[in-house]
């Protein structure tokens, strides 16, 4: 089901600016891993973001596999505390907090899109200011 979007208000200073700092330093664990990069779209107001305007925002084919992953399922593995963490490791972790509780709290509509398989371009994103915000990386499914 697709939702009509809804205009974020600006707050101080750009949500890239927030989120920069908390993925400078941080990858995405799968069979790789991999850097996450700021990433933002210039969407019209009340546009419908479905797999559709995805595929046509990004360039791809119709034909192109697209899967919605829920935003808890993307985080699992960055939230994921292990003993043997150092405090390198300790610091991923709670810059992912950061990240997951910014991005939930100032976009709306806030979804995570798998394009493809095996080396699977991963897009978290959600409507704030005109634009769908967020973060991109890479997951390694052999």
């Not at 107001?45 to 479905?50: F, G, R, S």
């Not at 505390?81 to 910014?102: P, R």
Request: negative net charge; hydrophobic residues 35%; charged residues 35%.
């Amino acid at each position: 089901m697709n939702k009509t979007l809804i205009k974020v208000e600006s707050h101080n200073g750009s949500l890239q600016e927030e989120i920069e700092p908390l993925i400078s330093n941080l990858y995405y664990p799968s069979e790789s891993d991999e850097k996450i990069e700021y990433f933002e779209i210039e969407i019209i107001e009340n546009q419908e973001v479905n797999i559709d305007f995805l595929k046509m925002a990004l360039g791809l084919t119709p034909d192109k596999s697209i899967c919605e992953w829920t935003v808890d399922e993307f985080f699992r593995p960055l939230l994921k505390i292990e003993d043997w963490y150092e405090d390198e490791e300790k610091k991923w972790v709670a810059d992912s907090e950061k990240l997951q509780k910014l991005l939930t709290e100032k976009t709306e509509n806030l979804k995570v899109w798998k394009v493809g398989a095996i080396e699977i371009p991963t897009y978290l994103l959600g409507v704030y200011e005109k634009k769908l915000v967020g973060i991109k990386t890479k997951l390694i499914e052999t």
